[in-house]
């Protein structure tokens, strides 16, 4: 059974930085992206970064210049370093891959890790 396993989420002062870990296990498939989302309260679930398999970045424009996402998707484990963090960036962020196997694409999402920036 795949499994996406965050972590690193926590409280933190405006300007301040975090790193977000994420573990994949189980037989995902041949991995093609890594990303990370987050959803704040009474909003939807938005795109931060993602990165390919072949390394390949995209980032969301209110996250440019802050953070950074890195990969390994041999060893199935996706960062995001986040540095000047505000307080809008207060949200549940959550881990995705989307990976190729014989059946198919599919997608998988972590259960999520809360980050809250506030003084």
């Known amino acids: 059974q795949v499994q996406l396993a965050e972590s690193g989420g926590g409280l933190v002062q405006p300007g301040g930085s975090l790193r977000l870990s994420c573990l994949g296990s189980?037989?995902?498939?041949?991995?093609?992206?890594m990303g990370w989302y987050r959803q704040a309260p009474g909003k939807q679930r938005e795109l931060v970064a993602t990165i390919t398999g072949g390394g390949s970045t995209n980032y969301a424009d209110f996250v440019k210049g802050r953070f950074t996402i890195s990969g390994d998707n041999v060893k199935n484990t996706v960062y995001l370093q986040m540095n000047s963090l505000k307080p809008e960036d207060t949200a549940v962020y959550y881990c995705?891959?989307?990976?190729?196997?014989?059946?198919?694409?599919?997608?998988?999402w972590g259960q999520g890790t809360q980050v809250t920036v506030s003084s």
């Open positions: 995705n891959v989307v990976a190729e196997t014989v059946r198919g694409q599919y997608m998988y």
């Open positions: 189980g037989s995902m498939g041949r991995i093609s992206v």
